[in-house]
């Protein structure tokens, strides 16, 4: 299904599957964008759908945004129509409460986000500032029909944020933690890292891996073609496990690994740990070579090994990452005890609009405190910085 829609010199058109988009087309738009993670790749949004993990039957009904000028694509918006808040790791569950309890619905809602994937990074691929406006504008217009309660824009980018802003769209700001490597000589090796954290800090990190050492895990690293299908069977059964034991589902389906192992393979790098010649545990870790940045994401186990945790998806990545030269570590959504490991706090935005206008006012007088929160809760992190030399500017 397409849905027309004439923005200024732009041509508005809304999308069920990201399959009636050309791959190319897409994919040019992120190339220009600059800074633009992999997980942005039509290739990885369209396994997605076609796996079965973000579709309408779970709650993620693709409503992708397109501007056009002729035949010529000049912005996108991975756009979903949600039936509920999960997934996203921008929290809104009091928001969805209190429409609720005023007797409102809130779902469906409109959100701009990639599926289970907390990245910062572009959600308006344009090619200018006019298509940028072009998409957000189409995107009000969807919410003037009155089927939707709101908009959310999630991870954005500076510019992203900008625009939004500039167009009467509520900010919100929440807390990450992200590994850089050093600046202007990166670390030569891991203990050369090491020897940059306070005491107590170096001495835990120690003592958590010698842990693991002493209880005779070893690990393999695959990278890419080198990535088994027996090793993707292995890391699902991990990654279901994790879920199961804390009572929930999985997002992602393993017909969705199988299409990355297909068409992405290369921005996949598993950390697979043994006892002897038994597989017991798996990591997961997303890089992109160009921009020399890796993502961690998925992890499990099917035997508990005290601090196997922090080996798989900390210090096996982070001393990958230094030797392979790499710029940054993203670790994911929240976390404070990710500092102790050596990620220091990073500050990310979404944009958000709400068609009700007392409910727009709450939620931005809400924002406006909670912002002064972020803040002074950042300013206290960065107050405990793990690093010797607490001078250095915070990333």
């Not at 800074?35 to 990885?44: D, I, K, T, V, W």
């Not at 992708?64 to 000028?69: D, E, H």
């Not at 972020?374 to 001078?391: G, H, K, M, Q």
Request: glycine share 8%; with cysteine; hydrophobic share 40%.
């Amino acid at each position: 299904m397409k849905v027309e829609k004439r923005s200024v010199d732009y041509v508005i058109r809304v999308h069920d599957d990201p399959g009636q988009i050309g791959a190319g087309d897409w994919d040019r738009l992120l190339d220009a964008s600059g800074g633009a993670p992999f997980f942005l790749r039509h290739a990885y949004l369209q396994a997605l759908h076609r796996s079965g993990s973000a579709t309408a039957d779970t709650g993620w009904l693709p409503q992708f945004l397109t501007a056009w000028q002729g035949e010529r694509l000049q912005g996108a918006l991975p756009l979903y129509l949600k039936s509920h808040s999960y997934g996203e790791y921008v929290f809104d569950w009091a928001w969805a409460d209190a429409h609720e309890r005023h007797g409102l619905p809130y779902y469906p809602k409109l959100t701009g986000a990639i599926p289970f994937t907390p990245v910062p990074g572009p959600r308006l691929l344009a090619l200018d500032e006019g298509a940028r406006l072009a998409l957000l504008q189409g995107l009000r217009e969807l919410l003037a029909k009155g089927l939707v309660s709101s908009a959310h824009l999630l991870f954005l980018c500076d510019a992203d944020r900008a625009a939004a802003e500039s167009q009467g769209w509520l900010l919100r700001s929440t807390v990450q933690f992200h590994w850089h490597n050093r600046t202007p000589e990166p670390y030569g090796s891991f203990g050369d890292f090491l020897a940059q954290l306070q005491r107590e800090k170096r001495k835990k990190i120690a003592q958590e891996r010698r842990r693991v050492a002493e209880a005779g895990i070893r690990f393999e690293t695959r990278q890419g073609s080198q990535i088994t299908a027996d090793d993707w069977d292995f890391f699902y059964r991990c990654y279901v496990t994790t879920y199961h034991a804390h009572r929930s589902t999985p997002y992602l389906t393993r017909a969705f690994f199988d299409e990355m192992a297909q068409h992405l393979s290369q921005h996949w790098l598993m950390f697979l740990a043994y006892r002897g010649t038994e597989r017991i545990a798996s990591s997961l870790v997303g890089i992109d070579p160009g921009q020399r940045v890796a993502y961690g994401r998925y992890w499990g186990c099917v035997e508990p090994v005290p601090c196997l945790h922090f080996e798989a998806c900390y210090y096996q990545p982070l001393q990958w990452c230094i030797d392979q030269g790499y710029q940054r570590f993203e670790g994911g959504a929240q976390g404070e005890h990710k500092m102790a490991r050596g990620l220091l706090p990073v500050t990310t935005w979404s944009a958000h609009w709400l068609r009700h206008p007392a409910f727009s006012d709450a939620v931005a007088h809400f924002l406006q405190r909670e912002g002064h929160g972020i803040a002074a809760y950042v300013d206290e992190l960065r107050e405990r910085n793990p690093f010797r030399d607490v001078s250095a500017p915070p990333p």
